[in-house]
Structure formats: C-alpha cells, structure tokens
C-alpha cells in the first residue's frame, strides 16, 4: 500500500517543470493566482530553521520506538511542531489509534470485503469530486489518485460507524489523513479516533456535538471576548452561521494548511480543547475588526476576513499564540460548559408538552 503513496510524493517532478511545481506546495495543494512567492519564501526560510531544529530533538527523542508516552515533554514538543516525518508515527501514538490498528489486525480490510450499503456509496461517490479539486493527488490524470484510496476509507468508516454513515465534511478530513500518512488502514483509523472519541456526536445525524461545542465557544467567547459577544447578539448573529465549517471541517479550507496540520498535532495529543483555542484567538486578536461591524453580513464577512493574511500563515507564531492569547482554558471549564448547552439544546429540541 504504501509504495503506491510513496509514488505520488515524486509525480511533480516527474511529470512537470520547475515551475508547475512552485505551483504547487509539498501537499499537492495548488497555490492561488494572488499568492505571494516572495513572502512565501521569508517565511519559510525561518520556517524551516525551526523545521530542522525541531527535527533533530524528535529523532533523538523517538530513536526508533514505536510507542509515544504522554508526559510533559512530549506534550511541549507536540506543541512546538511535529516534523512531517514523524507526523504519522505521533498522531497514531497519541489518539489510540496505533492500539486500535495492533488489537484488529485486517478489520479495515474486512470492512471493505463485506457487502456495503448501496445509499452509503451513493453518497460517497457524489463527494469524490468536490474533494481537494485543487490538489493534484485527487485528479484522475494523477500517477497516483488518491480518490480510490479517499472512497476505500470513507466506505469502511460507514460501515465501521453505522451511527454516523457518511456526512459532507468526512470527506475532507479523511483526505489530510491520507495525505499524511500514505496509508489507508492508518487513515481510518485516525478517522475512527477523531470521530469516535475526540469530537464524539459532530457527525451523527443530529450533530449534536457539533452544535453544543458552537454553543460552548458562545459562551467562552463571552467570559473572554465581551465585545464580540455583544456584538454578535446586538446583530442577532447565530454562532453556527459564522463558526460551522471551523468545526465540522476542523479548520481545514478555512487556514493555511501548515497551520492546520500544525492544529491537527495538537488535536490529537491533547484533543477537542485545541479547536477552542484557535478560534478564541482568531476573534480576541481581530475582537476590535469584528465588534466594529454594522450588520449581519458585515460580522460575516469578517470572520471570513480573520482567517486570512500573515497572522494565520506564520504556522509558529499562530501556534505559540493560541496557548498564550485565550489564558487559562481547564477541561473543568469545557465540560461544564459543554453539559449547560447539551441540556439547553435538546431542551429546545424538546420542549415540554402543554
């Protein structure tokens, strides 16, 4: 399986010039008409200092173990950076989901063999083409489309969750995964962790976790961000309207994709918490941009306008940021936040009888 990955790293040297290649980042993800070479290279330059810094302290510290403990050291090192080489080894580490792989071996495969829910794969495949249409890995004319190994992983996943199935979002999500790990089997279940146990109710029908943790944000955003809190309300501006795609996409499409990955590390060390984290800083650091808005679609606008720009591209800094900026965010205090808006959803949802 992998050797079929590994082919797809190359394809652009192989099959373009120099220059379609700087077209194209180290993901396969096409760079935009407006994106800006010079700046691009400034910020890597210092990038990939702390690249290779950060690499030789994981190498060192890693020194061919399979098995991640989690302490305070790794944890510091996880929020740092884990270099792509490693990224894989660490997100399976971290979420369980290596322990999940060990103790069912040929699960995944099985899933596939077995006979599948014709609606499910109708769905799927409605999705194939809406996924990454901007990243070579997913074009048919690729040496390596990664759309068959993308459906293999969103069929075995519906079929492994039946509670979820498939929802538009899964997609996306399952596609970083393999772009990551060049690795079906490891895919799914990294998907099965962040579905299963870290974001646990974001794609069930009701979504309920979803719309619980817009609501938990509401209330975060304001303890720690009043402005934007009345703003909002002065406006009549619905969390979900603003912040969905944050969530159920996870950020992706939404920042760069360094800093998403650099998100994701997080994510999967220290789970749903960092989600929080990176959209209170997104509204405390632009509170002033956001507040000052007239109307609805004005505040709209502007939380598209917060993910964009040098603030959100220097992957480093963002990320320092976003354990810094927020202050102090217990566990404690997103449980009990998180219990006060389940109850206050499925109470609207249900309302007493008369």
Not at 55 to 66: E, P, R
Not at 202 to 228: C, F, H, I, N, W
């Amino acid at each position: 399986m992998e050797n079929h990955f590994n082919d797809q790293s190359r394809e652009c040297s192989a099959t373009s010039d120099n220059n379609d290649c700087k077209r194209v980042d180290q993901y396969g993800f096409e760079r935009s008409e407006d994106f800006s070479y010079e700046s691009n290279e400034e910020l890597m330059a210092e990038y990939l200092a702390v690249l290779t810094r950060r690499s030789k302290k994981w190498s060192k510290l890693l020194q061919g173990t399979v098995k991640v403990e989690k302490n305070l050291k790794v944890k510091r090192y996880v929020r740092k950076g884990v270099p792509c080489e490693h990224r894989t080894q660490i997100w399976m580490a971290a979420s369980g989901a290596q322990d999940q792989l060990e103790r069912n071996p040929g699960y995944y495969h099985s899933l596939l063999k077995a006979e599948h829910d014709p609606k499910i794969e109708e769905t799927i495949l409605a999705d194939m083409h809406r996924t990454f249409p901007d990243n070579i890995q997913f074009r048919d004319s690729s040496q390596s489309c990664l759309q068959k190994a993308l459906f293999n992983v969103l069929l075995g996943y519906g079929h492994h969750n039946k509670d979820v199935g498939y929802c538009q979002g899964m997609n996306f999500i399952a596609g970083y995964l393999l772009i990551i790990t060049k690795d079906e089997e490891k895919s799914f279940w990294l998907m099965d962790a962040l579905l299963g146990k870290i974001l646990p109710d974001y794609y069930t029908s009701t979504m309920l976790g979803l719309k619980m943790d817009q609501e938990v944000l509401g209330e975060l955003v304001r303890m720690k961000v009043p402005a934007v809190w009345q703003a909002m309300n002065r406006h009549n501006v619905m969390w979900t309207l603003v912040v969905s795609r944050w969530f159920i996409c996870l950020y992706i499409d939404i920042l760069p994709v360094e800093t998403v990955l650099r998100i994701w590390d997080c994510l999967f060390y220290e789970g749903s918490k960092i989600l929080f984290r990176v959209a209170l800083t997104l509204i405390g650091h632009h509170q002033n941009l956001i507040s000052q808005a007239q109307s609805l679609p004005e505040i709209c606008e502007r939380f598209k306008q917060i993910t964009h720009g040098e603030y959100v591209e220097d992957c480093h800094s963002f990320m320092q940021k976003i354990f810094m900026e927020p202050g102090g965010l217990s566990t404690e205090t997103i449980t009990k936040l998180r219990k006060m808006c389940r109850n206050r959803i499925t109470s609207a949802d249900n309302p007493p009888s008369q």
